[in-house]
């Protein structure tokens, strides 16, 4: 099946090829979204399209044991670093975290909406029943939408409920003589074997939030209206013969993943971006958009940035029915031996019993993304993957397909972010590896578990920020902070290892998690870390955050350490300088989610102790993990206060790219859910492997003593700096 839309907003539309299998689609310079999940972040339609650069790549199916198994040795201080040595034993961690449940899913929905579709010429074959003519648009009805034409003829090929194991997702299509024509109209089927619906299944998925046109609509209001289905829609069962009538009024969709963003196939027209579409036609070609206004239709869910140009058709495949039942194997054994299985992409956290852990080996698709549109550029990224795909509930309420994620701190930093869908998903819990294939058509042989890397030596020293260096551009923060409206600011160092031989990721990972059970270690495209702060945690429309800030040294002394905790929970300068953090992650929240929030309370790591505020929301409309993320990026704890100054002070005072470091890392998945934290304590591998950068930083406020500052760095730099540099080592 191949599936189009036709889109005639203002605007216009990126072209792209997605095509099963290819190496490389390309440069894409528009935006693929669907309406849903635009639409879920109210009031922030204007950022959608105004990012740079937009990267996709998608590469084949094969899993990539990319070798990475240096070996880690002895870390040598190198001139003026003087990390602790012998540290005593942390305590271990206070949280507990689930990975989150999947929404339910609805058997066999697909959804044709009034206004769409033409009335004559439908053709549906195969396993969808023909749509009633009760619930279209005369025949007559002109091109009042922009969207399509009259005449044309819609197919619906292949769509069909999976078989066990998989859901599937879909989009209809319009061919006509083999070429894709345009069609304005999305049908979404969704099958499951009962196994794999959620015990949540309650409310009809498909539902395309678009808003219905009228008849003697010009479109001149489209895409005003997310969220809104005004007029009735049919739901139509594509497994075969039951319908759903009209459901009146829809204001929401309970999982916007569920909507494709269409393709579109066709020339553009005039300076607003009309696309007009007919056989035959060469690849459409988007100037600009209407003046200078990001435009893009909200209704489907496309969107074009202002300036860009796209040469090339875009075309979605048709998204695979796979009857057979996603796993690959399942291995009983511990997350160690897991994390020795190549180098793969980890998310991984809880002590002991509870421990529970993604990981993935492979790359089914790699997204990368500039900008300060990058958590939307990735997010649609993703969308269209799983708009050619099909999911599946997998063990630990994760839906399949799931994408890691690591993204830069500044918008205009030079590093990438980078969304992963990696071929092989392995869930590990309670002793067990499940491992899936991640997407219908991704596939690979689970890499086998490798021995420990011998320890390699590692030359450390600092990066482009020293000690002195940092010392002073504390006091020059603390001058900014008694003049002007800056109130804090966050500043960081970095040092750099270098190997001669490339790290063992793997033994890395093994040491973070086991000596910071509570926080979450994370692996993702060389960014690798054990970060205490979570940023966004979504499960559905629930969200939560804890705000850290205000930081005080454990000693693993318990009668010492409680003294430290109650001066830390009594500490003006501390709560101050939490309160900026605290309330940064709640308003920004507040814009799209009823927030709460907890009273402040002390969380004790190995070896610091931080001030935490615990922020959970309802969200008003859906949105991933992802798109959460970007709304509440960068907080305070990272950045500062206000968030513009702070930003343009920290990047002048630390006069380098923070490249990933603080910013949000961590996965989604096919639902939507997923968990970010802030990219802390934390490193990069560069240099193919062989270095590796750290990073620690510190909130600055009025009163601030630098060799305070200085010194609670060197405290953030020690859960990895003891990861590379174990005491058990030779
Ligand atoms: C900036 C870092 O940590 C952040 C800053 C903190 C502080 O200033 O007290 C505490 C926790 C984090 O929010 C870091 O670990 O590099």
Not at 251 to 262: A, I, T
Not at 356 to 362: K, N
Request: net charge negative; with cysteine.
């Amino acid at each position: 099946m191949g599936f189009g839309g036709h889109v005639g907003h203002a605007g216009g539309f990126p072209g792209e090829h997605l095509l099963p299998g290819q190496a490389v689609v390309g440069e894409v310079e528009g935006v693929l979204q669907h309406a849903d999940r635009l639409g879920r972040l109210g009031g922030d339609d204007g950022r959608i399209l105004q990012g740079e650069r937009f990267d996709v790549v998608v590469v084949g199916d094969l899993v990539d044991y990319t070798p990475a198994f240096g070996v880690l040795g002895g870390v040598f201080p190198g001139q003026e670093e003087n990390l602790p040595g012998p540290l005593v034993a942390g305590l271990t961690g206070q949280q507990r975290r689930t990975i989150a449940c999947v929404e339910a899913a609805h058997v066999g929905v697909g959804l044709h909406e009034p206004g769409v579709l033409p009335r004559r010429d439908r053709q549906v074959a195969h396993h969808v029943e023909r749509v009633p003519a009760a619930r279209c648009p005369a025949a007559d009805h002109a091109d009042h939408d922009l969207w399509h034409r009259p005449d044309q003829a819609l197919h619906f090929e292949d769509v069909q409920a999976s078989g066990t194991g998989w859901v599937d997702l879909f989009a209809s299509g319009g061919r006509i003589g083999g070429r894709v024509r345009t069609v304005g109209f999305v049908a979404v089927a969704v099958a499951a074997a009962d196994a794999l619906v959620a015990a949540r299944t309650e409310r009809p998925p498909a539902i395309f939030r678009r808003r219905a046109v009228a008849g003697e609509d010009d479109g001149a209001d489209i895409g005003g209206h997310p969220g809104m289905v005004e007029s009735p829609v049919e739901l139509i069962d594509g497994v075969g013969a039951e319908r759903v009538a009209d459901l009146g009024a829809i204001e929401r969709h309970p999982d916007g993943r569920q909507v494709m963003p269409l393709l579109v196939h066709g020339t553009v027209v005039g300076d607003v971006g009309e696309i007009e579409a007919f056989d035959g036609a060469p690849p459409g070609r988007i100037k600009r958009v209407a003046h200078g206004r990001p435009a893009y239709d909200r209704t489907i869910g496309i969107g074009l940035r202002p300036g860009a140009t796209v040469d090339f058709p875009l075309v979605i495949p048709t998204p695979p029915t796979v009857s057979a039942a996603p796993v690959v194997c399942t291995v009983a054994e511990p997350l160690e031996d897991s994390l020795r299985r190549g180098v793969p992409l980890v998310w991984a956290t809880g002590a002991d019993a509870e421990r529970r852990a993604l990981l993935g080996w492979g790359e089914a698709a790699r997204f990368t993304a500039h900008g300060a549109q990058r958590f939307t550029d990735l997010d649609a990224g993703f969308t269209t993957f799983l708009a050619r795909t099909s999911r599946a509930v997998v063990s630990g309420g994760v839906t399949a397909p799931v994408a890691f994620v690591t993204t830069s701190f500044a918008d205009d930093s030079a590093t990438a972010s980078v969304l992963i869908v990696p071929a092989l998903l392995g869930v590990w819990q309670d002793g067990v590896l499940t491992v899936v294939a991640n997407a219908p058509d991704t596939s690979g042989a689970l890499p086998p578990v490798s021995a420990p890397a011998e320890f390699e030596e590692l030359d450390l020293r600092p990066g482009t920020l020293t000690r002195e260096g940092f010392r002073c551009a504390v006091a020059a923060a603390v001058q900014r902070l008694a003049v002007g409206d800056l109130e804090k600011v966050v500043l960081a160092r970095d040092l750099e290892a270098t190997a001669s031989r490339p790290l063992d990721v793997s033994a890395l990972l093994t040491r973070l998690q086991r000596a910071n059970p509570q926080s979450y270690t994370f692996h993702v495209d060389g960014m690798v870390g054990s970060s205490p702060e979570m940023l966004a945690a979504v499960d559905g429309r629930h969200v939560r955050s804890q705000a850290l800030a205000g930081s005080a040294p454990v000693s693993g002394d318990l009668t010492l350490d409680d003294v430290t905790a109650t001066r830390l929970a009594s500490s003006g300068k501390d709560h101050a300088e939490h309160a900026y953090a605290a309330a940064s992650v709640a308003e920004k929240l507040a814009t799209v989610a009823a927030v709460r929030r907890s009273d402040p309370h002390v969380i004790r790591l190995p070896r610091i102790m931080h001030l935490a505020t615990d922020i959970t929301g309802e969200l008003r409309e859906p949105a991933s993990a992802l798109a959460v993320a970007g709304v509440l990026h960068p907080s305070a704890a990272v950045c500062g206060t206000p968030t513009a100054l702070a930003a343009s002070v920290l990047a002048e005072l630390e006069g380098f790219d923070r490249g990933r470091y603080a910013g949000p890392v961590g996965w989604l998945d096919a639902s939507g859910a997923g968990e970010f934290a802030i990219a802390l304590r934390c490193g990069q591998v560069e240099q193919h492997g062989t270095g590796i950068r750290l990073y620690a930083g510190g909130g600055i406020v009025a009163g601030s003593d630098p060799s305070e500052e200085l010194a609670e760095t060197a405290r953030k730099f020690l859960p990895m700096y003891e990861a590379l540099s174990p005491v058990d080592r030779p």
